[in-house]
Nanobody, 124 residues
């Protein structure tokens, strides 16, 4: 069983930066791909970024490419999302998620473990 707890969300002005962290408990974290998703009010949950088990492969949604970066530190059992040049449309609850396999995945259905979410609000 993997437990995920996101932190680092908050209120920031447009153009600012935030870094989300997601420490994971459980024996299989270092073998699992991880991802970040977000859900804005009235919208469906959408893919943001994913990283494979050892951090060698990543993928980002087109809407955040060049602004957001996913990374992981397996020694600390933690995955991160660095968010720069934030825009009001990035406002959402951000969720950390874990798969049960090593490869990157962009579909929410591929993820077995989910955190409780952290709110990110970007003011204009």
């Amino acid at each position: 069983q993997v437990q995920l707890v996101e932190s680092g969300g908050g209120l920031v002005q447009a153009g600012g930066s935030l870094r989300l962290s997601c420490p994971a408990s459980g024996p299989t974290f270092n073998r699992n791909a991880m991802g970040w998703f977000r859900q804005a009010p009235g919208k469906e949950r959408e893919f943001v970024a994913t990283i494979n088990w050892n951090g060698a492969t990543t993928a980002h949604a087109d809407s955040v490419k060049g602004r957001f970066t996913i990374s992981r530190n397996n020694a600390k059992n933690t995955v991160y999302l660095q968010m720069n040049s934030l825009k009001p449309e990035d406002t959402a609850v951000y969720y950390c998620a874990g798969t049960s396999g090593p490869l990157v995945a962009t579909s929410a259905g591929a993820y077995r473990y989910w955190g409780q979410g952290t709110q990110v609000t970007v003011s204009s």
